[in-house]
Every structure is written in structure tokens, then in C-alpha cells.
């Protein structure tokens, strides 16, 4: 676990900011990003600038990392965002935001992607009172997310939940903590998309 946690906290370092891959521990003074400013490994301070392709190839990874999503789930984002008529890096970081893992984390549920991932992954999601265990499921307007009503269950999401209450829930997602239950009002729009990234340069190297 230790191991873990050290080289996803080299990602954060790496990107120079914080992509919250562990949770609340990235709100905490615990975080590897509060300790050490710079990235790792040796004579970092005589490095090279980085190419306009590096640039371009860091973007997407930050996104990748923060998303939890591998080289061909991607690809099948970007493919999806390509085929419609409308700008291309807004509506693939839509896509990205409305996964299910995605938005379990935004309505408090668990402490990052991942963690939201293993509840999906265990069947203990479900969606208009659907069991769905695709992490990668895209919601809609409309869709009411909510744990399965099991008493262990329901005793660790609710602690969940009060340890999570001071973190923010985007305007396009409605979350009720007294019926620990998530409702999809609407799209999110660009300015949801609290991960600063350049979408642009996404397009340009995946358009390669």
C-alpha cells in the first residue's frame, strides 16, 4: 500500500499539481505535492525545455491519470468526441465526467476514483435502481445514483459521506446526504471540469 501511495503521489509531483488520486489525503498536509514543489528524480534543475510535443503528450497523461482511464478506453473517448459536429475537447472531457466512477466520487460515496471504482466493481452502485457494475458507464439527465440498501453498506457510505461533507459538488450533479443518493440534473459543462487542463492540446496529438 505504501508503495502505492509514494508513486501516485510521484504522478502529482510530476504533473506540478495535484490530480487527487488519493482522496482526502490530497487535502491534507500529507500530501507528497504540500512537502516537495518539483518533480522526482535527479538533476531536475538541468532538464531540457519540453518539446511542443511534450507538452501535448503531458496534457493528455494528466487527464488519463485523473480519470483513471487507460491508452484504448481513451482512444474510444477521443474516437466519440471526433464523430460529432461541436467542439471536440470540450464535449471528450463531458464524456470523461460523465462516468459512473466519476460521479460516485462527486456525490460523496468514496474517497477518489478508485475507491468509487472497487464499489462499482463490487455491484454495490445502482442507477434509476439498476445494478450497474461498469465503471465506464455514461449517466444522463435524469439518472439517480445511490448505493444498494445493505446494512453494512449503508453504514460505511454514510461514514463516507460526513468525512467527504466539505468537499464540493458540482453544480451538475444534486446530492441528497440524508438518502445517500446522487441525481444527474444536467451536462456538465466545461467550467465543471475542476482538473486545470488544456483540452486543446489533447486534440492536436491524438489528431496526429
Known amino acids: ?20 488520486l488519493k482522496g482526502q489525503r490530497c487535502e491534507t498536509v500529507k500530501c507528497s505535492l504540500n512537502k516537495k514543489r518539483y518533480p ?23 487527464v488519463k491519470r485523473f480519470y483513471g482511464v487507460l491508452e484504448k478506453q481513451f482512444n474510444i473517448y477521443f474516437k466519440k468526441a471526433t464523430s460529432k459536429k461541436i467542439n471536440t475537447g470540450e464535449f471528450l472531457l463531458q464524456l470523461l465526467e460523465r462516468r459512473l466512477d466519476n460521479v460516485v466520487y462527486h456525490s460523496l460515496f468514496s474517497h477518489s476514483r478508485k475507491h468509487a471504482r472497487q464499489l462499482i466493481g463490487h455491484g454495490h452502485i445502482l442507477v434509476n435502481d439498476k445494478k450497474v457494475d461498469i465503471a465506464s458507464f455514461l449517466v444522463k439527465p435524469g439518472d439517480v445514483i445511490k448505493p444498494k440498501s445493505k446494512e453494512s453498506l449503508t453504514t460505511l457510505i454514510t461514514t463516507t459521506i460526513e468525512s467527504n461533507s466539505s468537499r464540493k459538488v458540482p453544480q451538475w450533479i444534486e446530492v441528497d446526504k440524508e438518502n445517500r443518493s446522487g441525481r444527474v440534473i444536467q451536462l456538465p459543462a466545461r467550467e465543471d471540469v475542476s482538473l486545470e487542463v488544456q483540452e486543446q492540446l489533447i486534440v492536436e496529438v491524438c489528431s496526429r
Open 1 to 20: 500500500m505504501a508503495r502505492t501511495t509514494t508513486a501516485q503521489c510521484r504522478l502529482c509531483r510530476r504533473e506540478g499539481e495535484k490530480l487527487f
Open 40 to 62: 522526482p528524480g535527479a538533476h531536475i534543475w538541468g532538464r531540457r525545455k519540453q518539446s511542443k510535443y511534450g507538452s501535448q503528450f503531458r496534457e493528455k497523461q494528466k
